[in-house]
T-cell receptor, first 112, second 113 residues
Framework: AQSVTQLDSQVPVFEEAPVELRCNYSSSVSVYLFWYVQYPNQGLQLLLKYLSGSTLVKGINGFEAEFNKSQTSFHLRKPSVHISDTAEYFC??????????FGQGTELSVKP | NAGVTQTPKFQVLKTGQSMTLQCAQDMNHEYMSWYRQDPGMGLRLIHYSVGAGITDQGEVPNGYNVSRSTTEDFPLRLLSAAPSQTSVYFCASSYSGVGTEAFFGQGTRLTVV
């Protein structure tokens, strides 16, 4: 069955520090993986996606993610965060049937 | 370009009342879906549609109905509201390819008292 698990519900970090938000997926078939960001009181917007090819994917706002098939992971990273990165981040997977399934979300809180 | 439009933005219902959450998209997307967002549970798929006239259940369909008579619209109906349906509801649309980006509305915050 298709599922996504985000390992941290909250991640506090200081401004300019690096951050990693962890995501594991489970599927017996090929999956397509996404990271979305939700700023307060807004809808979701796409940060980046992995479909195939290079396992390191770069997205908007300096974020990147690495697809690791052996560990079934798709962790999101940023080398230096800003206050404006404070938001909730969602990992998601999509199977061949088209259903987009989300993880539980990780609240990133960047402190000055 | 409006994208995905949800109405209303806020709604308070009494237990047992019915209502329809509206969702419209102007991008000619085949795929549309409804999610509910609850603290600590992420977004859970309620119903989805791969095209006009075709709908299917997601993870949490009980208490909700949908129909897709046109490509643009995908309303979500609450048949008899319950306090457990208090949530933020998001509509999303995309092209049908598996790698395509989903576009989200701004959400409807529903409270059932």
């Amino acid at each position: 069955a298709q599922s996504v698990t985000q390992l941290d519900s909250q991640v506090p970090v200081f401004e300019e520090a690096p951050v990693e938000l962890r995501c594991n997926y489970s599927s017996s078939v090929s999956v397509y993986l996404f990271w979305y960001v939700q700023y307060p009181n807004q809808g979701l917007q796409l940060l980046l996606k992995y479909l195939s090819g290079s396992t390191l994917v770069k997205g908007i706002n300096g974020f990147e993610a690495e697809f690791n098939k052996s560990q079934t992971s798709f962790h999101l990273r940023k080398p230096s965060v800003h206050i404006s990165d404070t938001a909730e981040y969602f990992c998601a997977s999509r199977n061949q049937g088209g259903k987009l399934i989300f993880g539980q979300g990780t609240e990133l809180s960047v402190k000055p | 370009n409006a994208g995905v439009t949800q109405t209303p933005k806020f709604q308070v219902l009494k237990t047992g009342q019915s209502m329809t959450l509206q969702c419209a998209q102007d991008m000619n997307h085949e795929y549309m879906s409804w999610y509910r967002q609850d603290p600590g549970m992420g977004l859970r798929l309620i119903h989805y549609s791969v095209g006009a006239g075709i709908t299917d259940q997601g993870e949490v369909p009980n208490g909700y109905n949908v129909s897709r008579s046109t490509t643009e619209d995908f309303p979500l109906r609450l048949l008899s509201a319950a306090p457990s349906q208090t949530s933020v509801y998001f509509c999303a649309s995309s092209y049908s390819g598996v790698g395509t980006e989903a576009f989200f509305g701004q959400g409807t915050r529903l409270t059932v008292v």
